[in-house]
């Protein structure tokens, strides 16, 4: 599948209940990092922030929380990413194969 943007990431989050919308004002410097820590802490879902004081973009957080939710992200390129680590711990693999 793979995600063509971030925006498409952001929604498939949302559909499987991994994401969660904040629709209360935040001030990016004092509270965006105490939510998002304390989130983190309980293994909550990724965070967006839709109104960022003083900015008129909205904020993503969280997004690979936790490693299911990493593995999740790159369920469609997780084996390939794997081969390539192979292949960069040890060279030698690629000329045996």
């Known amino acids: 599948m793979g995600y063509r943007n971030l925006a498409a990431c952001v929604r498939d989050r949302e ?14 410097c004092l509270e965006a990092g105490a939510i998002q820590r304390r989130v983190y802490a309980a293994g909550g879902p990724a965070l967006l922030f839709t109104r960022v004081k003083g900015t008129s973009f909205p904020m993503l957080g969280n997004l690979f929380g936790t490693l299911e939710r990493t593995r999740y992200l790159f369920r469609d390129s997780l084996a390939a990413i794997e081969r ?4 960069k711990l040890d060279p030698r693999e690629l000329l045996r194969h």
Do not use: C, K, T, W
Not at 16 to 27: K, N, T
Not at 84 to 87: M, T
């Open 15 to 28: 559909a499987s209940g991994q994401l969660l919308r904040i629709a209360e004002e935040i001030d990016p």
């Open 84 to 87: 390539l680590v192979a292949l």
